[in-house]
């Protein structure tokens, strides 16, 4: 078993501040993960963001924190757009990685990235780990048992409305609190679909498998937003219909919208010629999964189920993403495989990838991975 796990943080923004750092930096994690380093290009930002969660290195670029601050694996936290280069030069030096979600924009980079990591024998756990709920593994069971007879037709998907604009570290006046979201309304790597339909996308296949092909519409339907009354221009698609094929005339529609949903949060219907599961109901009545009781308890709800969210980690927001990094924690200290692998988010960036392109082509498009 490996020492301690030495973290370093790339990008010191949301969900670094709100979600990976506060959780890190809690004592009962520092006998396995120890928060080394941090960098950001703002200035003092990623200085404010050690001195309040006790990090020994500060840095304004990856180049420096790969360089001098000692870490065995850093969490990329940047914007969706620089993943792949960051990623590329983490493992070039050597570095294991946990990605928040999306590892990269293309199947390419993603399979560059893959055979890099395997080459050097490095880690990457990549975000988000949908089938780690034990909710989406009994809906897996209950349509493998037949419980909706022969299924016909599933449906998932996300909107972004305006909750990137409206998170709370985006209005103060510090470094630490006035974070810029531009980029999630920018190309590449902006729009609904890298950032939220990502995780109904890795639930569905989670529970489906591999999709086959996909067919699509999208564009731009809000082409400028407002952010602390400055405009705001947006060239990433925002309205994104497509629907999957997964073989034997089996279909999903799946959706990252600029308003409205269908869906119950990131999780999928299915409809199956004896019933239906629609969000945890099957046939409109909740069904039974591992830990339901305590997942009902709180409003946190099912993501106090995550094996690594206890004590006063339940406390602290965005918990499926400490819990991914934690899977890379036992990955490295333990060779403890992680279900949360590169080559499931290798397909969903595929169907993201070859839904774009069916929309500019007209064309249904093949997908070319498994997992
Ligand atoms: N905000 C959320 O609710 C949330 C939740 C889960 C996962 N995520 C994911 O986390 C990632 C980051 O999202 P966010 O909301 O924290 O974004 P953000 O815009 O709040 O923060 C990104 C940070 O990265 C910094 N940055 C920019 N260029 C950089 C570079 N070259 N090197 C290092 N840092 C750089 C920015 O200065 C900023 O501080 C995305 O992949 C997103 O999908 C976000």
């Excluded at 993603?110 to 988000?128: M, Y």
């Excluded at 403890?336 to 498009?365: F, L, N």
Aim: net charge negative; aromatic share 8%.
């Amino acid at each position: 078993m490996a020492d301690v796990v030495r973290m370093g943080v790339v990008g010191a923004g949301s969900i670094a501040v709100r979600g990976i750092l506060p959780h890190l930096a809690l004592s009962d994690v520092q006998d396995r993960v120890q928060l080394q380093a941090v960098c950001d290009p703002v200035p003092g930002r990623a200085e404010a963001a050690a001195e309040r969660f006790g990090i020994v290195h500060a840095f304004s670029s990856i180049d420096d924190l790969l360089d001098k601050g000692e870490v065995d694996a850093v969490s990329i936290a940047s914007p969706i757009g620089l993943h792949y280069e960051q990623g590329k030069q983490a493992l070039d030096a050597g570095k294991h990685i946990h990605f928040n979600k999306t590892m990269t924009t293309t199947v390419d980079e993603a399979d560059e990235l893959i055979d890099t990591a395997r080459r050097k024998g490095l880690k990457i756990v990549a975000s988000p780990g949908e089938m780690l709920r034990p909710h989406n593994q009994r809906i897996k069971e209950l349509i493998q048992e037949g419980a909706l007879g022969t299924l016909a037709w599933a449906a998932c998907g996300a909107a972004f409305g305006n909750y990137h604009e409206k998170e709370a570290v985006r209005q103060g006046e510090d470094v630490l609190s006035n974070i810029d979201p531009s980029w999630y309304y920018r190309k590449p790597g902006g729009g609904p679909l890298y950032d939220m339909t990502v995780y109904a996308l890795h639930g569905l296949t989670g529970v489906l498998g591999a999709a086959k092909r996909v067919t699509a519409m999208s564009g731009v339907r809000v082409p400028e937003r407002e952010f602390r009354g400055q405009m705001v221009p947006c060239d990433a698609d925002d309205n994104t219909f497509m629907v999957l094929d997964f073989g034997k005339s089996l279909y999903a529609f799946v959706y990252g919208a600029t308003a409205g949903r269908v869906t119950e949060g990131f999780a999928g219907s299915y409809f199956g010629t004896k019933g239906s599961i629609v969000g945890v109901k099957l046939n409109d009545k909740p069904f039974d999964y591992p830990g339901r009781e305590l997942a009902e308890s709180d409003r946190s709800g099912r993501q106090w189920l995550l094996p690594h969210v206890v004590g006063e980690h339940r406390d602290i927001g965005e918990q499926h993403v400490y819990e991914d990094v934690m899977q890379l924690v036992d990955w490295v200290r333990e060779d403890k495989a992680s279900i949360v692998t590169a080559e499931h988010a290798r397909h969903v960036i595929d169907i993201i990838e070859s839904c774009y392109r069916a929309s500019e082509t007209g064309q249904t498009q093949d997908l070319r991975t498994t997992f």
